[in-house]
C-alpha cells in the first residue's frame, strides 16, 4: 500500500492553525511600548516616573543633536522621533571598528495620566532629554479627609 504525498497547504487546519498563532502574537505584542527601530537600528530607551503634579519622561539620547528631536503630544501618548546623523568618512582614514549606530528612531510612550500640552517642558543635559509634563487638575490625586462623629 503506498501512501500519496500530500501538499502542506492542503493539510486540514494547517491554515487555521496558522491564523489563530498570527492572532496571538499580534495580541501579545499590541499594547507594549516598545522602542522603533530605524534605518541604523538605533533604540530610544525611556525611563517614565510621576510625582503628585507631573509626569516625567528622561530619554537617552546620546551623540544626538536636540534639533534633530520632534516631541508630540496627542491625547495620553507622547511622540519622541528624531535622526542620528552619520558622520562624514574622511579620506585616509581606516575603521578597525564601527560599532555606532545611525538613522532614525521614534518611540511613542503612554502616559499615565492626562497632560495639560499646554505646560510641558523639554531639556537636553548630557546625551538626556527630560520632559515634564504637567498633569491637568482633574488627574492629580487629591486628598479626601474622613469625618468621625
Not at 542620528?84 to 585616509?92: D, S, V
Not at 510612550?109 to 482633574?138: R, S, W
Request: charged share 35%; glycine share 8%.
Amino acid at each position: 500500500m503506498a501512501k500519496e504525498l500530500m501538499r502542506w497547504s492542503q493539510l486540514p487546519g494547517v491554515s487555521s492553525l496558522q491564523d489563530e498563532i498570527n492572532r496571538t502574537f499580534e495580541r501579545f505584542w499590541r499594547d507594549w511600548d516598545l522602542p522603533v527601530f530605524g534605518r541604523g537600528g538605533l533604540m530610544l530607551p525611556v525611563n517614565v516616573s510621576e510625582t503628585g503634579d507631573q509626569v516625567i519622561v528622561k530619554a537617552e539620547l546620546p551623540g544626538i543633536d536636540p534639533k534633530e528631536v520632534d516631541i508630540s503630544i496627542r491625547g495620553d501618548t507622547l511622540l519622541i522621533k528624531g535622526e542620528k546623523k552619520e558622520e562624514k568618512e574622511e579620506k585616509g582614514k581606516t575603521f578597525h571598528r564601527v560599532e555606532c549606530r545611525y538613522g532614525s528612531f521614534s518611540r511613542t510612550v503612554t502616559l499615565p495620566a492626562t497632560i495639560d500640552a499646554d505646560k510641558v517642558t523639554a531639556e537636553y543635559k548630557n546625551g538626556v532629554l527630560e520632559i515634564a509634563m504637567q498633569k491637568k487638575e482633574e488627574a492629580k490625586q487629591k486628598q479626601i479627609k474622613v469625618k468621625v462623629d
